[in-house]
């Protein structure tokens, strides 16, 4: 116990410096004499900063109304087709849907040859985006918008069929309906 408490306290003198001497060593200061020169090269900077107008640069799309400079294929961020995904536990839904809210092309996995339990996997999900982007590219859309709803495993799987398909993803939107403790659930499953 003994060496324990000497231990602490040599510990504790090296920290306060008691008993040592401490060798400080200090830089030079740096002259602050400028030449003419100089000083106009800063001030010219300076004011080519001021006039340069600063870019309204973000990670985050544009809310609707607002004014971006951002363009897709010559088009804003409202006109850009939206390519709605339902991802369902036991299907994935696909629509792409114009500006103006016309349909432009329609796949699920269903459509595309899975049936039962097939339909709610990754694969069927990927097929079908691949479908829709096939047909949407066939219409002349480049650039989408996406909106997934729901929880199913094809979410991602199927904006990956979309990029695959040719699409280029703008933008992807998460809008799963979220109830604030609404309707009461089903009951769960007994296996």
Not at 51 to 71: K, M, Q, T, W
Not at 118 to 132: E, F, L, P, V, W
Request: proline share 6%; hydrophobic share 40%; glycine share 10%.
């Amino acid at each position: 116990m003994q060496v324990v408490r000497n231990a602490g306290s040599w510990l504790l003198r090296s920290w306060t410096g008691h008993g040592m001497t401490r060798l400080v060593v200090v830089a030079p200061a740096q002259t602050i004499h400028t030449g003419a020169p100089r000083l106009e090269d800063a001030a010219a900077k300076q004011k080519t900063e001021k006039e340069a107008v600063p870019s309204r640069f973000s990670i985050y799309p544009p809310a609707p109304g607002e004014e971006s400079p951002l363009r897709w294929a010559g088009m804003r961020f409202e006109e850009v087709p939206v390519a709605h995904i339902k991802a369902t536990h036991n299907n994935t839904q696909i629509q792409v849907v114009s500006a103006a809210n016309v349909s432009l092309a329609r796949a699920s996995c269903g459509t595309e040859g899975f049936r039962n339990a097939k339909k709610g996997t990754g694969i069927a999900a990927q097929t079908a985006g691949i479908a829709a982007a096939a047909k949407a590219t066939g219409k002349g859309v480049t650039h989408i918008r996406v909106m997934v709803k729901g929880m199913g495993p094809g979410r991602w799987s199927a904006i990956k069929g979309l990029t695959m398909g040719g699409l280029e993803v703008v933008s992807v939107t998460d809008n799963t309906p979220v109830p604030h403790n609404g309707c009461r659930p089903r009951k769960a499953r007994r296996l």
